[in-house]
């Protein structure tokens, strides 16, 4: 697809950001507001499959999606949504990882506190749709084949959540062969093993 112009990237990660957390009340009390902003996004993959979800929430409900969202997120580790856990697992490298994500909100001029670990996916998402749309492309970017595992685990689970990952990776163009190589790898290799604990770098949702 051609590169989106940043109105409608930022608008975009906005409305991904929202659907990739838990289905709660930003979701499920602004439908109307969402399906406006999806609806003046560009013809193309990116709104067809933010639309799709939305349509899917609104037929499934908010008690089955919300099961939905933690049989998938929390109970199954192919379905992380932290993208540093592909390439390190729960390892002190992830923690480097983490920091390095901890560094471009802060640089960013977001303020970080305890509650979420700053790889999440809906949050670069949102830190995208803030307006720090360099740093969290970087973020994205490199970490694309996490993102990319993450898209393939999804479809394997037939879940509606595959089409949202799968528009976001569509906002970034398609996946060079680097990027092709490194996902295969992580995917034959699996995430390291070694536990660690990671609550130093708990952070919760970018704020101002």
Do not use: I, W
Request: proline letters at 4%; aromatic letters at 6%; charged letters at 25%.
């Amino acid at each position: 697809m051609t590169a989106m112009e940043e109105g409608a990237l930022r608008t975009a990660h906005l409305v991904a950001s929202v659907l990739l957390g838990y289905p709660d009340e930003r979701l499920y009390g602004e439908r109307e507001v969402l399906d406006q902003a999806v609806a003046g996004l560009p013809e193309g993959e990116v709104r067809d499959r933010l639309a799709a979800f939305l349509e899917h929430a609104r037929t499934a409900g908010q008690v089955e999606l919300a099961a939905h969202y933690v049989a998938t997120f929390d109970l199954k580790r192919r379905c992380c949504p932290y993208l540093t856990y592909y390439a390190y697992g729960d390892t002190r490298k992830r923690g480097a990882a983490l920091l390095r994500f901890k560094h471009a909100f802060r640089s960013a001029g977001f303020e970080l506190a305890d509650g979420e670990l700053p790889d999440h996916l809906a949050v670069v998402c949102e830190l995208l749709a803030r307006g720090a749309v360099r740093e969290a492309r970087r973020l994205l970017t490199e970490n694309r084949a996490g993102v990319e595992l993450l898209r393939k685990a999804l479809e394997a689970e037939h879940s509606p959540y595959a089409g949202v990952v799968a528009a976001v990776l569509a906002t970034l163009g398609p996946a060079s062969l680097r990027d092709q190589e490194a996902a295969l790898r992580l995917a034959s290799q699996g995430p390291p093993a070694e536990e660690v604990g990671l609550e130093p770098y708990a952070v919760m949702e970018a704020s101002r």
